[in-house]
């Protein structure tokens, strides 16, 4: 995961991504518990499918800290997946990769607070 997170900081977009004190209030307000109950059900439910058919663009850039996490960690859609994390689009994820892309949106949640 080191490798990635470096790739990511080199990346002037991904880079660009970072909470905002009201993310980091809301965080501590719910518990990272389940903020991480959110990043598994936006993962399963907008990502996880073989076929979106709004990929790309299923992610909002606000609203939410994995909403953020997921931009910053090139979690957010199945073509960035592909291109940062090498899991193929026209598939649906599997359980194991479902919780390989939650455990990198926790940890850049946490590397925030």
């Known amino acids: 995961m080191q490798d990635l997170f470096k790739r990511l900081q080199k990346s002037a977009f991904r880079s660009k991504f970072k909470l905002k004190q009201p993310d980091?209030?809301?965080?501590r307000q719910k518990g990272l518990e389940t903020?991480?109950?959110h990043a598994k059900d936006f993962i399963k439910k907008r990502i996880s499918?073989?076929?979106?058919?709004?990929?790309?663009?299923?992610?909002?850039m606000r609203g939410h800290p994995v909403f953020i996490a997921q931009h910053a960690t090139a979690t957010c859609c199945r073509g960035c997946i592909e291109k940062w994390h090498h899991i193929s689009k026209g598939r649906e994820l599997t359980d194991a990769e479902q919780?390989?892309?939650?455990t990198i949106i926790m940890e850049w949640i946490k590397r925030q607070l």
């Not at 058919?53 to 299923?58: E, I, P, S």
């Open 35 to 37: 903020i991480e109950a």
């Open 49 to 60: 499918p073989a076929f979106i058919a709004n990929d790309g663009k299923q992610t909002p």
């Open 24 to 27: 980091i209030e809301y965080i």
């Open 99 to 102: 919780e390989h892309l939650t």
